[in-house]
């Protein structure tokens, strides 16, 4: 569009186009020597690569009358920080709440993808042990230094690094406030992560992947008699029969017991693991239902063993907060 403004008198012209024939005539009048040499190589090839920053936890575990916590905090490579409490409710000593902030610590480095790590700690008895500097004596401890070297193959550099309690304030504080909170219900400003923990960590297993080699499991039996057909050597005929017309409602999938009940193939496990009860019953969304639709709502979720429903009713019964904020009835059973 060409035309004069009214004001200024400025005059507008469109953007000529420019078209391939013109970067033809430009190379052909300007042609490259042949003699001359062509610079190839990457111009900045002398520089250093960039070293990769690697993040730093620091832990700390405290254990009073109050009870016993742990506290975290996590540095990124960018300066920034994540804050963790957790309150251990089960029996606990000093030693072993530093195990469970260290290896909380670890956990949530694995969690947010780091590679290369530098740990501290003002326990000199945890990094000693994990460095391998020192002999462990107490056996109860054994399962944690266990656990905690499993997750270092997770990184591909860990510094583990003894520092004074003085330089690790933070981490105490965390550790203190876990010890301390109960009902956690206080209003705090910093963005903190309260949980709680009922089993030491290296007990936490995800429900997916129960780990139920600890006791003789009830179907033992039945998955023997669907894998090799073999019966137990005690077995008379009866028991015989029975496990036979029993395994009729179970398969096998993958070397898993599976129940088959209306077409749905359920997880076979054993009822002394009472994770899945506290998970589903109340845990981050359970809703402290009762014992007949806790055991319903278990076998949607995929999982099955024999005396569910006896012992969901009896877990129940055994809920704090059930029986505390519970809808009783305190009417008497006849007329007055």
């Not at 730093?56 to 405290?62: H, I, T």
């Not at 945890?126 to 656990?147: A, D, F």
């Amino acid at each position: 569009m060409v035309g004069p403004s009214c004001e200024f008198d400025i005059v507008y012209e469109t953007r000529k186009t420019i078209k391939g024939r013109v970067v033809a005539e430009f190379l052909s009048e300007n042609p490259v020597n042949e003699e001359e040499e062509v610079e190839t190589a990457f111009p900045d090839e002398s520089l250093k690569l960039v070293e990769v920053q690697p993040w730093k936890m620091y832990f700390d575990g405290a254990m009073n009358k109050s009870g016993a916590g742990i506290g975290v905090v996590l540095e990124a490579p960018n300066g920034e920080q994540l804050l963790m409490s957790k309150r251990l409710c089960f029996p606990t000593t000093n030693n072993i709440a530093e195990y469970e902030a260290c290896i909380c610590g670890l956990e949530a480095l694995i969690a947010v993808g780091a590679k290369k790590v530098e740990v501290f700690g003002d326990s000199m008895l945890v990094v000693s042990h994990i460095k391998g500097e020192w002999e462990l004596k107490e056996e109860k401890l054994r399962p944690y230094l266990e656990y905690a070297k499993k997750l270092l193959f997770s990184f591909e550099e860990v510094t583990m690094k003894h520092m004074p309690r003085a330089q690790n304030q933070m981490a105490d504080a965390l550790a203190t406030l876990a010890s301390l909170w109960e009902k956690g219900d206080q209003k705090l400003t910093q963005p903190v992560i309260l949980m709680r923990s009922r089993i030491p960590c290296y007990e936490g297993l995800i429900i997916a992947h129960l780990d139920l080699e600890d006791e003789m499991k009830w179907y033992e039996d039945i998955r023997r008699y669907l894998e090799v057909r073999e019966y137990p050597q005690s077995a008379n005929s009866r028991d015989r029969a029975t496990i036979r017309r029993l395994a009729t409602r179970f398969t096998l999938v993958r070397a898993t017991l599976q129940k088959v009940l209306e077409g749905l193939l359920l997880l076979c496990v054993t009822k002394s693991d009472e994770q899945i009860m506290e998970e589903v019953h109340a845990g981050v969304c359970g809703p402290h239902m009762n014992g007949r639709v806790l055991a319903g709502k278990i076998l949607r979720l995929g999982y099955y063993w024999s005396t569910m429903d006896t012992d969901c009713a009896k877990f129940v019964k055994k809920c704090h907060e059930c029986q505390i904020h519970g809808n009783l009835n305190h009417l008497p059973s006849d007329e007055l």
